[in-house]
């Protein structure tokens, strides 16, 4: 039976819309009309620079402006162009970047020590855009839709799950906490909490089985909540590819209760086809659900038996991005 046949029934159909945005082009380039923290700027479409580009000059007049703060700014970096130049800058996080009418939060932008660096619109925005072409002058978003950034400004406004929160270190943890068994890996402490109740491991009313804290390794502060669980279900084969409940019913009651407090998901690509992984992310914290197949097996019937696994993940990011949610995993 195909594994990835076996999960495709599981999501949910998302509802998708397609978005043209007019663009000019000026000497052999597109130029896309963006607004970085509601100023409006023309900026190049370039598919091939890692980041949002702007110059010095931008950076200034909108610091001026007070459209930019101190904690925007996460630091020095290096950049890879277009034509594959590495060039240095410094690290900018735009808090709004329209794109014609799409908007997006926390946008990772490379500010360029040079006063007429061009303004480039690069993959740390379009990464975000999902399924994108030109068309006749347009920038045609295939599959494009409102994620509701101001609604999942929720997850960093509680930062955390429950009573946990990402400001606690391995110290702070309530006395209920404190019992399980830690390994100490390279970078991460992991913690399996003992004796956790009921009430603190249900969500929404579904009732996961375990809880799993990490720690940073040096500093001690708590990075990522998990809640685990584990289905063990009969297949029957006369249903054809269709996972049978509790797994489906209990995944697609999370993805709808936290889509109507958060806005709809995004759907985590991976190279394992046994597995889907949705989330929602704001600038500091994520909230990452898996579900995935993890083994076939039969009994002494010869019935078909599978494996599978649901977690819920609440992480702390030191800055949001696809890439850094799937290091996590």
């Known amino acids: ?71 925007d700014f996460l630091g020095d970096g290096k950049y890879q162009t277009a034509d594959g130049s590495i060039i240095e800058g410094t690290y900018l996080n735009i808090r709004k970047l329209h794109i014609g009418d799409v908007l997006l939060h926390d946008v990772k932008a490379a500010v360029i020590k040079e006063s007429n660096a061009p303004i480039l619109l690069g993959q740390s925005a379009l990464s975000r855009l999902g399924t994108y072409r030109i ?13 509701s950034p101001d609604k999942a400004s929720i997850l960093c406004e509680k930062n955390g799950y429950k009573s946990l929160n990402f400001n606690m ?3 702070d943890l309530p006395p209920e906490f404190r019992s399980g068994n830690c390994n100490v890996g390279k970078d991460k402490i992991v913690c399996i909490i003992e004796d956790v109740s009921k009430e603190f491991i249900t969500t929404f009313d579904v009732e996961m089985q375990g809880l799993v804290v990490y720690f940073s390794k040096e500093e001690k502060d708590l990075e990522r909540i998990q809640l685990i669980k584990g289905y063990l279900v009969k297949l029957d084969p006369s249903a054809g590819d269709a996972i049978p409940d509790p797994p489906t019913q209990e995944f697609n009651h999370l993805y709808n209760k936290f889509s109507s407090l958060l806005g709809k998901p995004k759907l985590m690509e991976s190279e394992n086809t046994a597995e889907s992984t949705i989330y929602w992310n704001c600038k500091d914290v994520s909230l990452v659900i898996s579900f995935r197949l993890k083994d076939i097996d039969f009994d002494e019937n010869f019935d078909m038996l599978a494996t599978y696994n649901m977690d819920i993940n609440f992480i702390k990011n030191e800055f949001n991005s696809i890439e850094n949610l799937i290091n996590q995993f």
Not at 34 to 48: E, H, Q, R, S
Not at 135 to 147: A, H, W
Request: hydrophobic share 50%.
């Open 169 to 171: 270190k391995a110290k």
């Open 1 to 71: 039976m195909n594994k990835r046949l076996l999960l495709i029934f599981l999501l949910p159909l998302l509802s998708f819309g397609q978005v043209a945005i007019e663009m000019e082009k000026q000497q052999g380039v597109y130029m896309v009309p963006c607004k970085i923290n509601g100023v409006p700027l023309a900026m190049v479409l370039d598919t091939g620079a890692s980041d949002v580009i702007i110059s010095s000059t931008e950076a200034a007049f909108l610091l001026k402006q007070g459209l930019i703060i101190e904690d």
């Open 135 to 147: 068309s006749e002058n347009k920038l045609i978003i295939e599959d494009y839709f409102s994620p």
